[in-house]
């Protein structure tokens, strides 16, 4: 078992909750207490005996309190090894520290601020602390280090019963005190790289990732699965519960996918996903208008699915809802009659989040690695549009094809999308082929396919998708261009009657 007595005890705490008792249950086991700064203003008012750090250094705090606990009085106690260097310790002066309780500059609070300034920021940054911490947990073959003021009670019921901490635990804690300065550090490399800004893709990349729930499962059930959130970061994870069980893995995927599709719309909109692409897509003049047109598009594939909602659920909104299955449903805000109307379905996970943009980039794991590359937020506008057939779009099947073009860019590539007055009408995602994903859309838009406009992710590589949908009455196609062969789907369209337009970039989304 290994177990190292705890004789004496540094703490040093910036979070001080539950400090003062966790301070007398150590001095009630005789362990002796040594403190710095405003942890032993908090135990001097608790009437609690200690020794400050200053007995220990012989040296004041200095430079405005910058520097306390850096000194070889205090690292030479907690990374002494007790074998070796005992004889010069005690030539020293430098008397063994055997638990070191600590915890860091609120950084993270005092970043997350809006009114915060640059120099708060700096100032908040700690030194001595993690210094320490690191030193302690380097040591662990002698020395315990607690990071986290919820070990407490596990420290004082293992002392209350060993008088000592044993090597598995100490190797426990010491694990854990790393992964807290590995978390601090990036939060911190995170704030001076401007808070996401990858632009210009650093050499080095560290993300503070902070666990926030444990999921019942991953996408399937024999799989684990947890979810991690950024610091002081907005997002999905960020949301108000008001209902329903528990979020899952798939929920959360779902749940990204529509609020990164919503995110495209200034009018009032709604989006309805089904393993994670858009099943069906509307915006309307209200909120229920849009939301309505959207679950028609595809009633059936809706079923289940997650719904967003870039305005907020009102209670006229909420008794369409109540009438269908659906798992999660995300709007910027609820009526407090909406929200006693969703009631009736208990199961349903209400969520509330404001709609913004979140981080620009986005990241994928690989064997071995990551990719990073930015999210796509280009906007294609009218301007950008290059007519290349014979027969000109008119202005109502223009607007029609820059909404399909805003949905387009978030189904699985092979996609192709139909829409009509702006909502989506049949969608062809995650085909191995062009023409397979043509036929889909098609078949997923039924009889509603005249007149509509077709978005194809990217260029068409042969005709034949052309010379299919020529039979359906699509009149209007936008894609990005640059095939070799290109001139013969240009022809097929002039020969069939098909205005064709070129965005001049790509979409795909694998």
Same mark, same amino acid.
Request: net charge neutral; with cysteine.
């Given at each position: ?49 200690? #020794?400050?750090?200053? %007995? ?9 309190? #910058? ?7 205090? !690292? ?24 070191? &309780? ?13 009114? !915060? ?71 911190? !490399? ?15 990349? !560290? ?58 719309? %200034?009018?009032?909109?709604?989006? &309805? ?75 349903? #996970? ?112 042969? #005709? ?47």
């Amino acid at each position: 078992m290994n177990i190292i007595p705890i004789k004496r005890a540094l703490l040093s705490v910036s979070d001080k909750t539950g400090l003062i008792e966790f301070a007398q249950q150590l001095i009630s086991l005789g362990v002796e207490v040594i403190s710095t700064g405003g942890t032993s203003q908090c135990l001097l008012q608790a009437g609690l005996p200690h #020794r400050q750090v200053e %007995d220990i250094t012989h040296l004041p705090a200095i430079l405005g309190g #910058r520097v306390k606990t850096l000194h070889p009085n205090i !690292h030479g106690g907690i990374l002494g090894k007790r074998n070796e260097h005992a004889e010069e310790a005690a030539r020293l002066g430098i008397e063994w520290i055997d638990l070191v &309780v600590v915890n860091f500059y609120p950084f993270e609070k005092i970043t997350s601020q809006a009114e !915060h300034t640059f120099d708060e920021a700096i100032e908040n940054i700690d030194i001595g602390g993690p210094t320490m911490v690191r030193a302690a947990a380097k040591n662990f073959n002698w020395v315990g280090i607690v990071t986290n003021p919820q070990d407490y009670s596990r420290i004082l019921s293992t002392l209350a019963s060993t008088s000592g901490l044993d090597l598995q635990l100490r190797r426990q804690l010491a694990e854990k005190a790393f992964a807290m300065t590995a978390a601090y550090d990036a939060m911190i !490399h995170h704030y001076f790289s401007q808070s996401n800004d990858i632009a210009d893709f650093k050499d080095y990349f !560290h993300l503070p990732l902070k666990k926030c729930m444990t999921l019942r499962y991953g996408e399937n059930p024999h799989q684990k699965a947890s979810a991690y959130q950024f610091n002081a970061q907005d997002g999905l994870l960020t949301a108000k519960q008001h209902q329903g069980k528990e979020l899952s893995y798939n929920n959360l995927l779902d749940a990204e996918a529509a609020l990164a599709c919503v995110l495209e719309f %200034d009018l009032p909109a709604a989006v &309805v996903v089904k393993h994670t692409n858009p099943c069906g897509v509307a915006v309307g003049d209200t909120i229920e208008e849009a939301f309505l047109r959207a679950y028609q598009a595809d009633s059936v594939s809706a079923f289940g699915g997650i719904v967003t909602l870039n305005r907020p659920c009102t209670e006229a909104l909420a008794l369409q809802l109540s009438t269908i299955f659906i798992e999660v449903l995300i709007a910027p805000a609820y009526s407090e009659a909406a929200l006693k109307k969703l009631q009736e379905k208990p199961n349903l #996970r209400v969520l509330e989040l404001p709609i913004k943009a979140g981080a620009p980039w986005e990241m994928r794991f690989i064997s071995g690695g990551v990719l990073f590359q930015e999210r796509d937020y280009q906007k294609i506008t009218v301007e950008d549009l290059k007519i290349v057939t014979q027969i000109k779009p008119d202005m109502q099947q223009i607007a029609a094809m820059l909404f399909a073009w805003q949905v387009v860019k978030h189904i699985k590539s092979n996609g192709i999308l139909i829409a009509n007055e702006q909502v989506t009408v049949g969608i062809g995602a995650g085909q191995v082929s062009r023409i397979d994903a043509v036929e889909m859309a098609i078949k997923k838009a039924k009889n509603r396919v005249k007149g509509a406009v077709l978005a194809s992710d990217a260029f068409f590589p042969f #005709r034949d998708s052309i010379d299919h949908i020529a039979k359906s009455g699509i009149k209007a196609v936008i894609q990005p261009g640059g095939s070799m062969r290109d001139p013969e789907v240009i022809a097929a369209c002039n020969e069939h009657g098909i205005a064709m337009v070129f965005t001049g970039t790509r979409c795909f989304r694998h």
